[in-house]
């Protein structure tokens, strides 16, 4: 059975990094689009970044654009997304998803594939 599990998340301060993983199993993502979404409480999940199956294309939230950072090591079936100058306004719980259908997708209704979430925590 597919399944994607997400670690790296935390309580940092504001302007500091983490790193969030996501390592995949049951089946090889090597020719998926992997994304990230994240949610806060209350509000919808929304789209973060994404990497297309080779890692040559990525796309990004325009309020991330700058700070993180998605990459990919396909024989490690693991993504990662590098968070730098993280805010206040970036705690959420952390999504990795996994889609062999639309490239790039940034809607979650795309991604049939989901992680339980990982939580960051940014303080002021």
């Known amino acids: 059975q597919a399944q994607l599990v997400e670690s790296g998340g935390g309580l940092v301060q504001a302007g500091g990094s983490l790193r969030l993983s996501c390592a995949a199993s049951g089946r090889t993502f090597s020719r998926y689009t992997m994304g990230w979404f994240r949610q806060a409480p209350g509000k919808e999940r929304d789209f973060v970044a994404a990497i297309s199956w080779s890692g040559r294309d990525t796309a990004y939230a325009d309020s991330v654009k700058g700070r993180f950072t998605i990459s990919r090591d396909s024989a490690k079936n693991t993504v990662y997304l590098q968070m730098n100058s993280l805010k206040p306004e970036d705690t959420a719980v952390y999504y990795c998803?996994?889609?062999?259908?639309?490239?790039?997708?940034?809607?979650?209704?795309?991604?049939?594939?989901w992680g339980q979430g990982t939580q960051v925590t940014v303080s002021s």
């Open positions: 998803s996994a889609t062999g259908g639309v490239v790039l997708a940034t809607t979650p209704r795309m991604y049939p594939y």
